[in-house]
């Protein structure tokens, strides 16, 4: 069984920063093709922020995070890093690491359960 292992959520003041981690653990007998972080808030569905696809090395970053989140990660060792920066009040949401084992740009194989943040007006 594969694991995603969340860490680093919580409260912030706008203009705040975060940092999430997640690192993978179990039956990862070979490195993701891509791994990264979606979000959701209640009523809405699971949107993509950011995700690093190892096989293109290339990383996607939605519009709405784009230049104020980075996410850097160890393909070998199967654990990417979140860092939000200027956080604004719609950056609430539950974050969900996410990884691929397939085609990384398709809907992931495996999640995380899941981390709150909660960035405060």
């Known amino acids: 069984q594969v694991e995603l292992v969340e860490s680093g959520g919580g409260l912030v003041q706008a203009g705040g920063s975060l940092r999430l981690s997640c690192a993978a653990s179990g039956r990862t007998f070979s490195s993701f093709n891509s791994m990264g972080w979606f979000r959701q808030v209640p009523g809405k569905e699971r949107e993509l922020a950011s995700r690093i696809n190892w096989l293109a090395h290339t990383t996607y970053y939605a519009d709405s995070v784009k230049g104020r989140f980075t996410l850097s990660g160890d393909n070998a060792k199967n654990t990417v890093n979140l860092q939000m920066n200027s956080l604004k009040f719609e950056d609430t949401a539950v974050y969900y690491c996410?990884?691929?084992?397939?085609?990384?740009?398709?809907?992931?194989?495996?999640w995380g359960q899941g981390t709150q943040v909660t960035v405060s007006s």
């Open positions: 996410s990884a691929t084992a397939g085609i990384p740009t398709m809907w992931p194989d495996y």
